[in-house]
């Protein structure tokens, strides 16, 4: 990540190579001249808690490589058969994102597979909402049914 250029705001917390930092009360920009330093916007991680769909998980999973709690040696080409199924499952529907995101794998810049996979949540949303409609319905005709 050498060249990166960090623009924060007051008061955001960011992690590098593995320590939570905090801005102070101005906005900040910061140059990170250290080749492979691992950066997250703390804004930008997904808890353990909230990884309940395929595109989160696979987000999840650079995520770990990002931070440091995943061995980049042993994942990455986890990540990479992740988000080619996930090409495979959202075909055109997110073409442009998932493609940045194998790409960005691909090269290890991973804090732009998480950018890339983050654009993928609304449509992945959309799609499970339309598949929970008709769950929806046949309840409403169910309990009609009943009374």
Known sequence: MAGLILNIKPGERFLVNGVVMQNGSKRAQMRVET????????????HPDDVNTPVKRVYYVAQLILTGDSDQAETKDSLIRSIKDLQNVFRELAEIPLSKALTAAENERYYSVLCSLKNVFPIEEKLLNLNRKPDIMQADEKIREVA
């Not at 080749?35 to 997904?46: C, G, K």
């Open 35 to 46: 080749e492979n330093a691992n950066i997250l916007r703390l804004s930008d991680a997904l």
